[in-house]
């Protein structure tokens, strides 16, 4: 039986619907996803769509972007993936796949939500940050390879994850080692430093202006797992031999990275979480024609940074869009 639109945690105008994905392939019962989008409001044009979506230890509450693409006529969604924010259940790891492949089938039932309410032909903008930028151009090149690239008119990444930040030596032998490892205790979870800086500087418990549910997205992240970061991995390889997704990319990112285990006045002012170097080295592989942007003083998420770089964000986003979307 189909799903209704229910109201959504973050109130007033906005509506969620449960997208069931059936038994977990990696075994952890029955699997789901989480549509939630943006009532368009009186008197809003919609001339086309965005599907949003989250990287890790993240979901959907950016309210401000929501309205940003209302503004411009683009009816706004947000894809919480299974075992996500609202789409985790009980017993289920955090974020947890064997195969980014899976996400596929999550992904192609937004996209049939989206033209339930606007028509088949209503163009489509994905927006992706962190590893949902490596989800959504995988995605997107398996659909251009299936002869299938409309509706979706293109793509905007926001820091996307390509490729294994850290030394040569992780990205090498110790892959092949976390290889070999993910087919025996895929679910075990990496001994990787604990460090909220991140999240210190977004939250509004901390240092931060976002209030957001720190269930979905607690401060310090949920555990890395070895099958999970094995997927990223194969994921990661597939992108640097080159993907052709078919739409015009913008890709936004800092204009530094800056790792530290507490806090300093970079915190605020770069990317602490990935190395913005290979974001710029890699952003080649997404095929077609893509556009390439730092925002100086940005952090992870260029759209949750300080007001300064976030206006800067805005700007360009506006620009690309005008300028492929009319």
């Known amino acids: 039986m189909r799903r209704t639109w229910e109201p959504d945690l973050l109130g007033e105008g906005y509506e969620q619907q449960v997208i ?6 990696d075994g952890e019962g029955e699997v789901c996803a989480v549509l939630v989008r943006r009532d368009v409001r009186p008197g809003e044009e919609v001339r086309g769509a965005v599907l949003y979506v989250h990287g890790f230890s993240d979901y959907f509450f950016q309210t401000e972007l929501a309205d940003f693409h209302a503004a411009r006529g683009l009816a706004f969604y947000g894809l919480d993936l299974r075992k996500s924010g609202r789409a985790r259940r009980p017993g289920q790891t955090a974020h947890y796949v064997s195969d980014l492949e899976q996400y596929d089938a999550e992904l192609e039932r937004a996209m049939g939500l989206i033209a339930a309410d606007h028509g088949p032909d209503t163009p489509v903008v994905v927006v992706a940050h962190s590893t949902g930028g490596l989800v959504t ?12 690239t409309a509706p979706v008119a293109g793509l905007v990444l926001n820091s996307p994850w390509f490729d294994l930040q850290g030394s040569a030596l992780l990205r090498g032998p110790g892959t092949q080692v976390l290889r070999a490892l993910a087919m025996v205790a895929p679910l075990r979870s990496l001994d ?3 460090s909220t800086v991140y999240g210190d500087s977004l939250h509004t418990s901390v240092r931060g202006e ?3 549910d720190l269930v979905l997205k607690p401060l310090e992240g949920f555990p890395v797992t070895v099958g999970w970061l094995n997927a990223v991995r194969r994921g990661h390889a597939q992108l640097h031999r080159g993907l052709e997704v078919g739409v015009p990319a913008l890709v936004l990112r800092s204009d530094r990275t800056h790792y530290s ?5 970079l915190s605020d002012r770069a990317d602490t979480v990935l190395d913005v170097r290979q974001i710029a080295r890699w952003s080649g592989c ?3 024609e893509t556009t390439v942007v730092p925002i100086a003083g940005a952090r992870h998420d260029v759209f949750l940074s300080l007001p300064a770089p976030r206006a800067a964000a805005y700007d360009v986003l506006g620009e690309w ?6």
Request: proline share 8%; no cysteine; net charge neutral.
């Open 137 to 148: 151009p995988l995605w997107l090149d398996r659909r251009r390879r299936a002869g299938r």
């Open 210 to 212: 976002w209030d957001y």
């Open 261 to 265: 285990r507490e806090h300093t006045d």
């Open 192 to 194: 990787l430093p604990a």
């Open 321 to 326: 869009l005008d300028r492929h979307l009319g």
């Open 20 to 25: 069931e994905l059936g038994t977990d392939p």
């Open 286 to 288: 997404l095929g077609g």
